[in-house]
């Protein structure tokens, strides 16, 4: 009985040591499992689906791709979340039946600043809808109280992006586009 438990035990860590960095799920909806995981030593995200005979595929290659750097099964897809400096990215993909591939459908990128004196909070792309969404946090340089932003909501137009083009090289993209808005709606506080 110790023996059984022992090896249910390893066997359960092992999963979720092997989760951070692999999931196994239907992505193209054709009812056979598919794989995406994180190649560290690469740094590409690889995966294979069953509508591509299993064919082996790949991200571009990564410059800033920790070892903390995970994937998460999500309900129509996964998400790679991914630290770059003080940055935290969450890239949601699912896959999209027209095209056939795995698209970037939401961007999530937050920022925690300890004394505030440089941005906080979090700002959002909905490729579906082109819609960026963004709150922030900031400090009132009159009060030396932190206050809340007005929400950003506004639309932009990102061009689609597949799995195969993705790396940080986006996630940089989107940083910069992100920090030009909250430097425009700080700019209209004073």
């Not at 995970?70 to 027209?98: A, C, H, M, P």
């Not at 400090?139 to 007005?150: F, M, Y």
């Not at 506004?154 to 061009?159: F, G, H, R, Y």
């Amino acid at each position: 009985m110790k023996l059984i438990f022992f090896i249910m035990l390893s066997f359960s860590m092992n999963l979720s040591i092997f989760a951070k960095e692999t999931i196994v799920k239907d992505f193209d909806g054709d009812g056979k499992f598919d794989k995406i995981s994180i190649n560290f030593e690469t740094k590409r995200i690889d995966f294979l689906l069953s509508s591509s005979d299993y064919k082996k595929e790949s991200s571009l290659v990564f410059e800033n791709l920790n070892k903390e750097t995970s994937i998460e099964e999500t309900r129509k897809g996964f998400k790679l979340v991914n630290r770059i400096g003080d940055v935290l990215f969450t890239s949601y993909f699912k896959y999209n039946r027209q095209s056939q591939k795995l698209e970037l459908s939401a961007i999530k990128r937050s920022i925690v600043s300890e004394d505030f004196t440089k941005e906080n909070g979090e700002s959002t792309y909905f490729t579906s809808t082109k819609e960026f969404i963004a709150k922030w946090n900031s400090l009132d340089k009159s009060s030396n109280k932190v206050i809340a932003l007005p929400i950003l909501k506004t639309k932009i137009n990102l061009d689609v992006v597949t799995l195969n083009d993705f790396n940080d090289t986006f996630l940089n993209k989107f940083n910069q586009q992100s920090l030009a808005f909250y430097k425009e709606e700080l700019s209209k506080q004073k």
